[in-house]
């Protein structure tokens, strides 16, 4: 059974930083591209990094594009995502997910999904 479990959200103010952590199980997780998404209250869920098995490609969605990085842990089978130069636009649920797949796009639908983290940016 595949288990991705994030944690590593919270409240904060506009400006700061929070990292995000996604541990996973029951899953090759060296071959597998993994990545973040988000969803706002109300807005369909939208892409927002992914990166390859062996964390030498990533890809950004613009909106965070020089704010966020995503990176991976082969060993620990755990992915991150730092957060920096936060905004209240940024507050969302992240939703950590997995594909079977070395690497991944941003359009290709993963194949496992967390339970999400609660982002909250105030002004």
């Known amino acids: 059974q595949v288990q991705l479990v994030e944690s590593g959200g919270g409240l904060v103010q506009a400006g700061g930083s929070l990292r995000l952590s996604c541990a996973v199980s029951g899953l090759t997780f060296s071959i597998s591209a993994m990545g973040w998404f988000r969803q706002a209250l109300g807005k369909e869920r939208e892409f927002v990094t992914t990166?390859?098995?062996?964390?030498?490609?990533?890809v950004y969605a613009d909106s965070v594009k020089g704010r966020f990085t995503i990176s991976r842990d082969n060993a620990k089978n755990t992915v991150y995502l730092q957060m920096n130069s936060l905004k209240p636009e940024d507050t969302a649920v992240y939703y950590c997910a997995a594909s079977r797949v070395l690497v991944a796009t941003a359009t290709r639908p993963p194949d496992y999904w967390g339970q999400g983290t609660q982002v909250t940016v105030s002004s």
């Open positions: 990166i390859s098995w062996n964390g030498r490609s990533t």
